[in-house]
């Protein structure tokens, strides 16, 4: 009995020792308040916009991007010998932003060459819509994010500022803790989600970039090819 009485008063807390507190992030989200909830909200929808957004355009110009090395070779002998048919079939075929500016050059064949050029730089801008299609969007996300967190900041310190207004400046901890809830998790949440958004958007930047690189390059073949003396 006296070793069973000792055992448990040693896994008793010793007076003055605090039992050490874990927080989930479910809890931190629910000490926010209401306020705190509807602005933790707000930003998981533009986190979730912001990663499908992210992943369906990096699936779209991962495709956009897939051209057959052997393609450029193709449509020049095809044009050599003119089978221009031949030639607008395989671009057809193809149905890459490659092939469609140069199945807009061959559909001009027999034209004054700055005509060529200039039907080829108008389906070009046409392309890049297309591959900027609401990557626009994650560049808003990544700039609206923070200040909406940063709104929420300022909403919980008023929250702060009033309960302690009205606790007669008895200043208690418990009190305080829902707006200090609300102003450093809206903060913190809207860091990560315009961080995130920030980051996907330069990486949809650079791979369009490389996409129309190369279809000027292609383009620019496609245009030298025609301009070769016969």
């Given at each position: 009995m006296l070793m069973q009485n000792t055992q448990e008063a040693a896994e008793l807390p010793l007076d003055g020792e605090s039992v050490e507190k874990t927080l989930s992030i479910i809890e931190l989200i629910s000490s926010g308040g209401v306020a705190g909830q509807v602005i933790i909200a707000v930003l998981f929808l533009l986190l979730v916009s912001a990663i499908y957004i992210y992943?369906?355009?990096?699936?779209?110009?991962?495709?956009a991007s897939n051209v057959d090395a052997n393609f450029m070779n193709q449509i020049k002998d095809h044009v050599s010998n003119g089978k221009i048919d031949s030639a607008q079939m395989l671009?057809?075929?193809?149905n890459s932003p490659v092939s469609r500016l140069i199945g807009k050059g061959i559909s001009r064949i027999g034209k004054p060459l700055a005509d060529i050029n200039t039907a080829i730089e108008n389906?070009?801008?046409?392309?890049?819509y297309g591959l900027e299609k609401n990557i626009s969007i994650l560049a808003t996300i990544s700039g609206a994010a923070p200040m909406i967190g940063f709104l929420g900041t300022v909403i919980g310190m008023i929250l702060a500022?009033?309960?302690?207004?009205?606790?007669?400046?008895?200043i208690q901890m418990d009190v305080l803790a829902s707006g200090l809830y609300t102003a450093?998790?809206?903060?913190?949440?809207g860091l990560i989600v315009g961080i995130v958004a920030y980051m996907a958007y330069n990486h949809l930047v650079v791979k369009t970039d490389k996409v129309v690189y190369k279809m000027e390059a292609n383009?620019?073949?496609?245009?030298?090819?025609l301009n070769e003396p016969t």
């Open positions: 992943f369906e355009r990096i699936f779209a110009i991962k495709a671009c057809a075929q193809v389906a070009g801008r046409l392309e890049i500022i009033f309960e302690l207004a009205n606790a007669g400046g008895t450093m998790t809206t903060t913190v949440a383009s620019l073949e496609f245009l030298d090819h």
